[in-house]
């Protein structure tokens, strides 16, 4: 599986943000989605993800009302809409690709085995 990340930007504070994360392969509705992020000089951190039907969502506390994870498997694209935006959202978003194993999404990196090569997300006071 090959994903591709698009939809970054700089937006200013309290602006929105959708990110997309278009995967190749004809497996794509089987895997769980999710999103991650990486702030400069910080560890890579949870954001979001969504089980292969669509039908379970899980969501970092610091993004929970703000951020919106969802699926389109016609289309081979997940989709992390952005809104809210804070300066501290500022950082890398990573798209990530795992197998099902679970009715809920896994919030931790080592649940996923194909990565996209991420899209920046600047946010400015």
């Known amino acids: 599986v090959q994903l591709v990340e698009s939809g970054g930007g700089l937006v200013q504070a309290g602006g929105s943000l959708r990110l997309s994360c278009a995967a190749s392969?004809?497996?794509?509705?089987?895997?769980?989605m999710g999103w991650f992020r990486q702030a400069p000089g910080k560890e890579r951190e949870f954001v979001a993800a969504?089980?292969?039907?669509?039908?379970?969502?899980s969501y970092a506390d610091s993004v929970k009302g703000r951020f919106t994870i969802s699926r389109d498997n016609a289309e081979n694209t997940v989709y992390l809409q952005l809104n809210g935006l804070k300066p501290e959202d500022t950082a890398v978003y990573y798209c990530?690709?795992?197998?099902?194993?679970?009715?809920?999404?896994?919030?931790?990196?080592?649940?996923?085995?194909?990565w996209g090569q991420g899209t920046q997300v600047t946010v400015s006071s």
């Open positions: 990530a690709a795992g197998p099902s194993l679970s009715w809920y999404p896994s919030p931790f990196p080592s649940g996923y085995n194909y």
């Open positions: 969504v089980t292969w039907s669509g039908g379970s969502t």
């Open positions: 392969g004809r497996t794509f509705s089987s895997y769980t």
